[in-house]
T-cell receptor, first 112, second 117 residues
Framework: QKEVEQDPGPLSVPEGAIVSLNCTYSNSAFQYFMWYRQYSRKGPELLMYTYSSGNKEDGRFTAQVDKSSKYISLFIRDSQPSDSATYLCAMSLTGGGNKLTFGTGTQLKVEL | GAVVSQHPSRVICKSGTSVKIECRSLDFQATTMFWYRQFPKKSLMLMATSNEGSKATYEQGVEKDKFLINHASLTLSTLTVTSAHPEDSSFYIC?????????????FGPGTRLTVL
């Protein structure tokens, strides 16, 4: 079993739709949870950062962490074609020196 | 914002040659740099962690004699793939952060695509 599971997609939605992306993980010791966006042939860009359980909102993006279920989500409201990219979840441990464990990424396409 | 660059962005080499990839933090000092590799449609896999002035710490299964990492200054780390073979073809990405703590933000470079013929 992989430490972090993420549906690779591709996920195709119409412009304006609400997008839900999620990851499950097996290591209950993970405390820090991140979502990165990666455009083709580029490095990942940090979108959201959450510590422990709870919700965090930033503009059109909302990150949720449910540690009891080992499940994290990223919601994108009013999706735009420019949101088309691969979204990677990542997580790390307390005292782990910020070593990140990534999911495989979900490829998202927002169509006009 | 914090910017990390990588050079070259793409390299093609013959089997058996060595390739050096540079990772630079352009507007901040990076105490810690990380090197990842990413295969098509696969996750980023951490290869090693390097702290300025110290030997790199390699992840299990990564050959330290094959992937030489040098972090000689607070703005530059290099990854040298020695005696490269076709199976080393991959997308190599570095990241940099200002400290060594759990909550420091990692800033990623744009990646280097290595193709070994």
């Amino acid at each position: 079993q992989k430490e972090v599971e993420q549906d690779p997609g591709p996920l195709s939605v119409p412009e304006g739709a609400i997008v839900s992306l999620n990851c499950t993980y097996s290591n209950s010791a993970f405390q820090y949870f991140m979502w990165y966006r990666q455009y083709s042939r580029k490095g990942p860009e940090l979108l959201m950062y959450t510590y422990s359980s709870g919700n965090k909102e930033d503009g059109r993006f909302t990150a949720q962490v449910d540690k009891s279920s080992k499940y994290i989500s990223l919601f994108i409201r009013d999706s735009q074609p420019s949101d088309s990219a691969t979204y990677l979840c990542a997580m790390s441990l307390t005292g782990g020196g910020n070593k990140l464990t990534f999911g495989t990424g979900t490829q998202l396409k927002v169509e006009l | 914002g914090a910017v990390v660059s990588q050079h070259p962005s793409r390299v093609i080499c013959k089997s058996g040659t060595s390739v050096k990839i540079e990772c630079r933090s352009l507007d901040f000092q990076a105490t810690t740099m990380f090197w990842y590799r990413q295969f098509p449609k696969k996750s980023l896999m951490l290869m090693a962690t390097s702290n300025e002035g110290s030997k790199a710490t390699y992840e299990q299964g990564v050959e330290k004699d094959k992937f030489l990492i040098n972090h000689a200054s607070l703005t530059l780390s290099t990854l040298t793939v020695t005696s490269a073979h076709p199976e080393d073809s991959s997308f190599y990405i570095c990241s940099a952060q200002t400290g060594t703590g759990d909550t420091d933000t990692q800033y990623f470079g744009p990646g280097t695509r290595l193709t070994v013929l």
